[in-house]
């Protein structure tokens, strides 16, 4: 779609177990001519603020930059000159001012739109991007809910291990109240080489966990704080991120610990400061979705969670990074409010485009 004037945003959809559509599995019916292997694999979503310590089970998006020739504009000085002052740019992307809305560019002449990106993320039909959890979550719901109708041993299938791992780290954020499990998937090669990926709907079952009644206690009580004060969505969400960042210390060591044991201590992960600032946005009435990607820290691309936030009193996204805010507030609270600094620093994962599989060790 050629450059204009945004779309004007109406927020996320309130039903976050609606389908996009029906989806059917393809399961071949002979079996007995495929090639089928057992895998385990495991996932997290724990934040790293260092070389040293990487994130999750999932792969992670290239940034795509254009390369321009010596002495010859860039693809983003070329997007800044065609978009004025309605987006901040940065490389192939640009963030509407008046939406809050992603956008991808591959020639700085149009936006992207209708499919995934060379980025690896999804772009409706306005060119807006989509968050690629909620996506792969709503290809496979329907699926995944009615899988319960064909018995224990049913089956959920995957059209590829990428978006195997998604829809695991969303059942993580969504139905776990921790991370790192490991998780068995069997991948199948049917005749003409097309491989699925599956998993039992009962491995599910057994993982999915609830926090205690004393971690929801701390998050209602930091709701009612966050309540008591101003009622505008954005210092509200502002507000929550301070209280949650201050709540608990970054440390490493507990990516693979629960809630309960992250509030307890009050230390945690990306995964802890991102889900628990969900619950109390959610608390507050306050819609919100997490995102998983990448943020580029002193030079090096971190795996990463943070949230994008709906701000309803003035239609438009804004994005929040607790983790960031517990160890420099200004930078975690101010900076993510700041689409220009936002668009360079924070990258979604994709679907496709992936460089491989991190994993914490």
């Given at each position: 779609m050629r450059f204009k004037n945004p779309t004007k945003t109406t927020g996320p959809a309130q039903s976050e177990t609606a389908a996009c559509g029906s989806f059917q599995a393809a399961i071949s019916n002979s079996i007995s001519a495929a090639r089928t292997a057992i895998f385990a694999i495991a996932i997290s979503a724990a934040v790293i603020f260092s070389a040293s310590?990487?994130?999750?089970?999932?792969?992670?998006?290239?940034?795509?930059?254009?390369q321009d020739g010596p002495g010859t504009p860039s693809l983003e000085d070329n997007m800044k000159e065609t978009l004025g002052n309605q987006y901040a740019v940065k490389g192939n992307y640009a963030i509407s001012f008046e939406t809050g809305d992603i956008f991808f560019s591959e020639d700085s002449q149009t936006f992207f739109s209708s499919g995934v990106g060379s980025d690896g993320c999804v772009y409706d039909e306005n060119g807006k991007q989509e968050n690629t959890l909620s996506y792969v979550r709503d290809k496979y719901i329907g699926q995944f809910e009615s899988a319960d109708e064909n018995g224990p041993g049913s089956l959920i299938t995957f059209d590829t291990k990428n978006e195997l791992n998604l829809f695991l780290t969303w059942f993580q954020l969504e139905h776990m109240d921790h991370q790192g499990d490991l998780w068995s998937f069997t991948e199948k090669t049917e005749l003409g080489g097309k491989k699925q990926f599956q998993i039992m709907k009962s491995s599910f079952e057994n993982k999915a966990s609830e926090p205690s009644e004393a971690y929801y206690a701390v998050v209602n009580e930091i709701a009612d704080k966050v309540k008591a004060g101003s009622q505008?969505?954005?210092?509200?969400?502002?507000?929550?991120?301070?209280?949650?960042?201050?709540?608990?210390?970054?440390?490493?060591?507990?990516?693979?610990?629960?809630?309960?044991?992250?509030?307890?201590?009050?230390?945690?992960?990306?995964?802890?400061?991102?889900?628990?600032?969900?619950?109390?946005?959610d608390a507050c009435g306050i819609q919100s979705e997490i995102i998983c990607g990448e943020v580029i820290n002193d030079g090096v691309d971190d795996s990463h969670v943070w949230?994008?936030?709906?701000?309803?009193?003035?239609?438009?996204?804004?994005?929040?990074?607790?983790?960031?805010?517990?160890?420099?507030?200004?930078?975690?609270?101010?900076?993510?409010?700041?689409?220009?600094?936002?668009?360079g620093s924070y990258r979604q994962v994709g679907l496709t485009k992936l460089v491989g599989y991190k994993r914490i060790g």
């Open positions: 310590a990487v994130c999750p089970g999932i792969s992670m998006v290239v940034p795509c930059y254009a505008l969505v954005d210092s509200m969400s502002a507000y929550a991120q301070v209280q949650v960042a201050q709540y608990m210390t970054y440390d490493s060591a507990y990516r693979n610990e629960t809630m309960d044991k992250a509030v307890s201590d009050r230390k945690g992960v990306c995964y802890h400061y991102a889900k628990m600032m969900k619950d109390v946005l949230l994008k936030v709906w701000d309803s009193d003035n239609n438009k996204w804004i994005y929040r990074d607790p983790t960031r805010a517990s160890m420099s507030l200004s930078s975690g609270l101010f900076s993510v409010d700041i689409y220009d600094i936002y668009a």
